[in-house]
């Protein structure tokens, strides 16, 4: 989302140089040797291509496409590796809508996670379950609240499976931020940022990322903070809004 003028290799290394770690979407899409090649380190990738968490079909295409994306995570040694309620298209829309799951559904998705955190336990890796917005960029997604995903990532209650708790989705969807990072801290696997509206960097908005910051300081928070938002203007400008806006 930043530096999108450059060749997806130059904004790694970009990136890299700047003393950021780095996240990608899709990576069927990219040339992964030559991206480990940069020597940048990848905090984040996406964990599957297709499929979903409670239908038949979409759970055989869940667990395929998320066993082959753990073999490619290792080429660039990847930790945490992303999902979400339900596969989503290239604008973000759900292939599959069902925005209230029913008991069932809740039922097969925690299986469903259940059998992926056992994949990621294996492979040494971590699961990441996204909350997303159904107001603005993803509407008809299941599960997409933090208090979804929080749920679910709970009822499974393994380390291979935690949150990607993202803040720009949850102030959309749910607002309250502080006293969702409190609750969800435990199940935190990383924490995704931008300012709404817009999703651009902090600063730019109506989040006091600075406070959030703070919190996260005194609860003892020592993962990552990843900047999921495109610059306003400049990205180097962005980085160093989003840098100044987490050194506590």
């Not at 964990?47 to 759970?59: K, S």
């Amino acid at each position: 989302m930043l530096f999108t003028e450059l060749p997806f290799v130059d904004r790694v290394r970009r990136l890299h140089d700047l003393d950021f770690e780095v996240e990608i979407w899709d990576w069927s899409t990219k040339d992964l040797p030559a991206l480990a090649a940069t020597g940048a380190v990848f905090s984040s990738m996406t964990g599957y291509l297709r499929g979903d968490l409670t239908t038949e079909d979409g759970i055989a295409e869940l667990l395929s496409t998320a066993e082959e994306s753990l073999r490619r995570a290792d080429v660039i040694d990847s930790p945490r590796l992303n999902l979400h309620g339900t596969g989503l298209d290239p604008n973000g829309l759900p292939l599959r809508p069902r925005e209230t799951p029913t008991g069932s559904d809740w039922i097969a998705a925690a299986d469903t996670l259940a059998r992926l955190a056992e994949l990621a336990r294996r492979a040494g890796r971590v699961f990441t379950l996204e909350n997303l917005n159904t107001a603005v960029d993803h509407p008809g997604t299941p599960f997409a609240r933090a208090a979804d995903t929080l749920a679910l990532v709970r009822a499974v209650d393994s380390p291979a499976l935690r949150l990607n708790l993202d803040l720009y989705h949850a102030q959309i969807g749910e607002g309250n931020l502080i006293e969702l990072v409190r609750t969800a801290l435990p199940w935190i696997g990383e924490i995704q940022v931008a300012d709404v509206p817009g999703r651009c960097e902090p600063g730019t908005g109506e989040i006091r990322y600075e406070a959030i910051a703070a919190v996260l300081r005194d609860l003892g928070y020592d993962g990552v903070v990843g900047l999921e938002a495109w610059a306003a203007s400049d990205s180097e400008v962005a980085l160093r809004a989003f840098r100044q806006a987490f050194v506590v």
